[in-house]
């Protein structure tokens, strides 16, 4: 059976933010979330498969009175945790309890390089302030910390801006594009190709002006592979190999809800742990159709690099051309199109 290498769990879906390219439009609960007995019976499941890696998320994490609980019980088990926050309920009481949890990484979200932007893209006056202290407070408690900027029109061009709030700070910058599937953002708002191309040039700027140690920027799994013009843009060392949804990863929704990537359209859904082991969900039938090579579509299956590249990133794939394996917001389709080898 193949190793459950990262499991993301979106412990409920309630969350203090608007966030306009929340693909789960996070705001109230689920209709039914999983009970505290459920969350912990998962919880040991997960540290049985094993899981090697488990981030805990929402919604807003902190909002769930049991998050703690379950945290423990992944720990206990052995998983390496990493947590996800917005960053505006951040307290001590709450850094005290991480510390002890001693996650890998701290995650939370920078989506403007000033307030305006950030909040306005939030949802919440002051939530960049905020965001910003609760980074200062976790690094004072020896945490570290990483920073996802998700990328739309109304902040691609940002990036520098926030480049210079995070460089020499120790904090890991993953930066992505947005995808379809929350109903608060409009499809106007999403990138273009040569604005997704103009983000990885920027990724590919910062690399080469910053020293790993002074600022580590990647490229997430919808960006970094396959150019032939630019260097991978992924962690060093780690090559694209396809996607990883339902192969090496899987996502679990509020109200047990399993799928191969949380970042996938919930019609992607394929099972549930309300009557179901997450172990006979993994190693059996449920995940079989995605550990299968990719069926190539369109100019994706004339590409020479398709083979490896199975149509990059299936979040991405189902977005801009509504299926898989099918994906038009590729670095080396871009490069193709520029040149007009729009055949490949």
């Known amino acids: 059976m ?15 933010l608007r966030c306009v390219h929340c693909g789960a439009t996070a705001g109230h609960s689920r209709a039914d979330e999983l009970t505290t007995a459920e969350v912990l019976r998962v919880a040991s499941e997960l540290a049985a498969l094993p899981a090697r890696e488990v981030t805990l998320m929402g919604g807003e994490l902190f909002l769930r009175s049991d998050w703690l609980a379950v945290a423990e019980r992944l720990r206990e ?16 009481e709450r850094i005290a309890a991480l510390q002890a949890l001693q996650p890998r990484t701290i995650g939370t979200s920078i989506d403007g390089g000033c307030a305006a932007v950030h909040d306005g893209i939030r949802g919440l006056p002051g939530a960049f302030e905020r965001t910003l202290a609760a980074i200062g407070d976790l690094q004072v408690a020896g945490l ?18 926030i480049a210079r709030l995070l460089a020499g700070r120790d904090i890991r910058w993953q930066i992505q594009a947005a995808s379809a599937g929350g109903e608060r953002l409009e499809r106007s708002d999403l990138l273009k190709p040569l604005e997704f191309y103009f983000a990885a040039l920027f990724i590919s700027r910062m690399r080469a002006t910053y020293a790993w140690s002074a600022l580590p920027v990647i490229g997430a799994h919808d960006f970094g592979y396959c150019s032939s013009r630019l260097p991978s843009l992924r962690v060093p060392g780690q090559v694209w190999a396809g996607c990883s949804a ?51 579509l369109g100019l ?35 490069e193709q199109a520029e040149r007009g080898n729009s055949t490949l």
């Open 2 to 16: 193949p190793t459950l290498e990262c499991c993301v769990w979106e412990l409920t879906l309630r969350c203090n």
């Open 77 to 92: 088990g052995g998983a390496e945790l990493v947590i996800f926050t917005n960053g505006t309920l951040v307290t001590l």
């Open 144 to 161: 570290r910390v990483g920073v996802i900027t998700t990328l739309t029109r109304r902040n691609l061009y940002e990036l520098p801006a």
């Open 246 to 296: 339902g192969r090496e990863v899987l996502g679990i929704r509020s109200d047990g809800g399993v799928k191969g990537c949380l970042s996938l359209p919930d019609e992607f859904v394929v099972g549930s742990v309300r009557g179901h082991s997450l172990t006979e969900l993994w190693e059996g039938e449920t995940f079989t159709p995605w550990r299968r090579p990719v069926t190539r």
């Open 300 to 334: 994706c299956a004339e590409c020479p690099r398709g083979e490896r590249c199975e149509g990059g990133c299936t979040s991405i794939a189902v977005t801009y051309s509504g299926r898989r394996g099918d994906n038009p917001m590729c670095l080396y389709r871009i």
